[in-house]
């Protein structure tokens, strides 16, 4: 740990991860300054609902190589004043206006803060009157909710985009650009610690196939990734192609086919990729979908699939095909195959403690997962915490790489919730004279709950796909016995 005592904490991102980090290092009562940068306009990240439609695609070659959020260039003088920039920055939101909750409200709250208990008609109408999902905006509410108590919404700089940060001997010197509506203030402010909680589901995936660019510059508009979807009135009456087997191509092919929107079938790529482990493949066995193999290419409006079939006429394409992880803004850490390497038990960069990550993880208890991260984060700063050695924190990693391999699962805690869970909180050890925030014991009821949600959503997936079946089949007969 740096021998110079921690006394001005920066904090990237005012998302759940940030909110829950603002807590924690104040409860340490350890820091003059903690500020926080947030380039939305209020806190709440993923979950904030945006109220303009999102852009057309656009540079598909980049989200396809994984090179679409390059660091913008920062004026030679600081402070400074520029033109506006127009390179995206992917902070579109990923919420469409009757998104709930697809994991259990006990397994997202933190662990001093429930969740409210408030459930939507539509929900209810779809789990009953019990239903443990919860409406989107009720997960926004709660985390300004968060930021907002305790003064806590002084510490925050909205519309500020972190543009680089780096370390000059002891500080750290963070560039920023605050937004503004024809010009852009860029200054520099120093730190003696940065907490990253920007999160890692913003700059969307997009494979690379032929003809795809093609189509899109014909038809803006008729490709876009499943962050861009804004519920399904925009697909009335389409033929829609969507790509992806894992929850959000699950979720918009089941909408879209479920409410007959779409022109039926809704087609599906899903054939010969992996399903979602949490919730698996029965949402893409409604009936009016039709499951295929890989897209080979496209030319004009029509999908050749790798098997030899095609898909005529296609309207739209949507891609539920994840996400790239980026850090423009520091450009000494590296990111590799979706996981952020020389990182100690996901939160302390091993090469300098003095910068931290809280959700550097991937799905799964995460918001619960990323108090235990902040907590640890903030008594580290704190100076109440003894970290192992360089080697041991090295070979934590090298021992994880073994187990888990170099890619995505690295970062998966899932199934070892509770040994992840319990390491932290003895690593962070309990506060001390009143000071820092209190990390419970592992419960399992909190895994049981997660699952649970699990099961109930592919349950009433198997429900509602039977119920589609049986009408299916009452409409096929009765056109056979009018024909009779």
């Not at 994840?322 to 020389?342: A, H």
Request: hydrophobic share 35%; net charge positive; charged share 25%.
């Amino acid at each position: 740990m740096s021998s110079v005592p921690i006394r001005r904490v920066a904090v990237i991102g005012a998302g759940p991860a940030g909110a829950i980090a603002i807590d924690a290092l104040a409860q340490e009562k350890a820091f003059d300054i903690i500020r926080v940068f947030e380039r939305r306009e209020g806190p709440g990240g993923c979950w904030i609902g945006d109220t303009t439609r999102p852009p057309a695609v656009s540079n598909l070659c980049a989200l396809a190589d994984r090179t679409s959020d390059p660091p913008l260039p920062i004026p030679e003088k600081l402070p400074a004043q520029t033109e506006k920039s127009d390179q995206p920055r992917f902070t579109e939101s990923s919420v469409y206006p009757y998104l709930e909750t697809n994991v259990e409200a006990l397994a997202m709250e933190f662990s001093q803060e429930p969740f409210p208990d408030q459930k939507s008609d539509r929900s209810i109408a779809i789990h009953g009157p019990e239903t443990p999902f919860r409406y989107w905006e009720l997960v926004r509410q709660y985390i300004k909710g968060l930021v907002e108590r305790r003064g806590y919404e002084d510490f925050v700089s909205y519309n500020t985009t972190v543009e680089k940060v780096e370390k000059m001997g002891t500080e750290w010197k963070v560039t920023l650009r605050k937004e503004g509506h024809k010009t852009d203030y860029w200054w520099v402010e120093w730190f003696d610690a940065v907490v990253v909680a920007s999160g890692h589901y913003w700059v969307p995936y997009i494979p690379a196939i032929e003809g795809l660019a093609e189509m899109e510059k014909l038809r803006p508009g008729s490709v876009i990734h499943s962050k861009h979807f804004r519920g399904r009135d925009l697909y009335k009456d389409k033929r829609v192609v969507v790509v992806g087997a894992s929850v959000s191509a699950a979720d918009i092919a089941f909408d879209l086919s479920h409410n007959k929107t779409a022109k039926a079938p809704v087609h599906t790529i899903t054939i010969g990729r992996n399903a979602n482990g949490y919730f698996g493949d029965e949402a893409f066995k409604h009936p009016r979908i039709h499951q295929h193999p890989s897209i080979k290419r496209i030319e004009g409006r029509t999908v050749y699939l790798i098997d030899g079939g095609s898909i005529p006429d296609v309207d739209h394409i949507i891609f539920g095909t994840g996400y790239t992880w980026t850090m423009p803004f520091l450009p000494q850490v590296e990111i590799r195959n979706s996981r952020v390497p020389e990182l100690y038990q996901h939160v302390v960069w091993r090469k300098d403690p003095t910068l931290l990550f809280v959700g550097a993880v991937a799905a799964g208890l995460t918001f619960k997962i990323f108090e235990w991260q902040a907590v640890l984060a903030a008594r580290i700063l704190a100076g109440r915490v003894t970290l192992p050695s360089v080697e041991e924190m090295r070979e934590w990693e090298t021992q994880r790489i073994k187990a888990r391999g170099d890619g995505p699962k690295f970062s998966l805690v899932f199934p070892d919730f509770e040994d992840y869970f319990e390491g932290i909180r003895k690593l962070a050890g309990e506060p001390q004279d009143g000071k820092g925030r209190k990390l419970p014991k592992f419960q399992r009821e909190w895994v049981r709950s997660f699952m649970e949600g699990h099961e109930r959503r592919k349950q009433m997936w198997k429900r509602l796909n039977a119920q589609a079946r049986e009408e299916e089949n009452k409409v096929t007969n009765g056109n056979i016995r009018s024909r009779l």
